[in-house]
Nanobody, 118 residues
Framework: QVQLGELGGGLVQPGGSLRLSCAASGSLSNSYTMGWYRQAPGKQRELVAS???????YYADSVKGRFTISRDNAKDTVYLQMNSLKPEDTAVYYCNAQHTLVRSHNFWGQGTQVTVSS
């Protein structure tokens, strides 16, 4: 069982930056692909970025060049650096851990609100 807790959300002006972190209670071994998802009001939850145990990354087109995902397995923590934020980035951001072999080992954090507004 892995428990995830996100930190770092808040209110930021357009063009600003935020860094989200996701700390795991259990060990984030290389067997887990870590992802950041977001859900805006009235919209479906969408994948923003992910990183495999080997360090391969994926980014949604809407955040490419602005967001960077990274992980520190020694600290059992995943980060999402968000730069050049836009109002359309406003959403609740969720951390996810998905075991690469055991599909039922899928865990979510409670979410953190990111609001981009002047």
């Amino acid at each position: 069982q892995v428990q995830l807790g996100e930190l770092g959300g808040g209110l930021v002006q357009p063009g600003g930056s935020l860094r989200l972190s996701c700390a795991a209670s259990g060990s984030l071994s290389n067997s887990y692909t870590m992802g950041w998802y977001r859900q805006a009001p009235g919209k479906q939850r969408e994948l923003v970025a992910s990183i495999t145990g080997g360090g391969q990354t994926y980014y949604a087109d809407s955040v490419k060049g602005r967001f960077t995902i990274s992980r520190d397995n020694a600290k059992d923590t995943v980060y999402l650096q968000m730069n050049s934020l836009k109002p359309e980035d406003t959403a609740v951001y969720y951390c996810n851990a998905q075991h690469t072999l055991v599909r039922s080992h899928n865990f979510w954090g409670q979410g953190t609100q990111v609001t981009v507004s002047s």
